[in-house]
């Protein structure tokens, strides 16, 4: 009976070690992807996106991947650098949003009921109107541009994340340590930052990633609406909006490559999140 515990304990853990080290593999693999494109941006020749009148209008080829449009530009140059601009102000956008929900989440729970209650109706007031619609009013009201997508980006995507973090805290606070710490007539300031944040990086760093593709599909989004980034800039959102009017011309790659290699770019970025959330949270890591 025993020994046949121990060989199913044995089956147990050699099949939890394999599930980690294959999503170990994974995470890394879609890092790589990612890294690959910010690099790539740098090394693609910037003359490829130049008028070039010869070659408009050109069906995807070995020559160019993704096509060509009505004034020659290489589409698939155009898309690599959109897709690592989109990540800029994606990254820009989720540090500012981070960083907002791990402040407004520590003072939360511990800085009083009233800060907590004016807090929490916050939280509740902006996860009342979609993302998307608030994004929209504070990138109009900034006048648009990069400005008004970074602060509009770090405005709207933090209440979900001061939620989960204003809980961390709050279970944090019970804890034995940060009680004896009380007693000994520790500060606010000293528990806060000695105690607490350490435990919150984890649940911070996974929700920053798991903001980013939400960051980046927003910006991509406003921007096809033409509350975002200037018209002069290769972003995805700005070549998708200037496809639309070509595709009932059977110029279908416009909008094709460039809209899925962002599907498949903020596909990554949740991947590395709930990865990442697997390998920390040990609650999870069996699942």
Known sequence: MNAALNIKKRKNARKYFNRRKRTLIVTVIAVIFLL????????????????????????????HLFGTDWLGRDMFTRTIMGLSLSMGVGLIGAIGSASIALI?????????KMVDRMISW????????????TLILIAFTLGGGFKGIVIGIALTHWPSLARVIRAEVMQIRSAEFVQVSQKMGKSRWFIAVQHIFPHLIPQVLVGFLLLFPHAILHEAAVTFLGLGLSPHEPAIGIILSES????????????????????????????IGENLRMLIDPTRAHD
């Open 36 to 63: 690959s494109i910010v690099v790539g941006r740098f090394l693609l020749d910037e003359g490829r996106i130049a008028t070039n009148l010869t070659i408009r209008n050109a069906p995807p080829s070995f020559d």
């Open 244 to 271: 639309m009017k070509y595709l009932s011309s059977g110029m279908w790659w416009l909008a094709f490559f460039p809209g899925l290699c962002l599907l498949i770019v903020v596909r990554t970025f949740d991947t």
């Open 122 to 133: 916050l939280i509740d007031l902006f996860l009342s109107v979609p993302h998307l619609v």
């Open 104 to 112: 407004l989440g520590m003072a939360a729970a511990t800085m009083g």
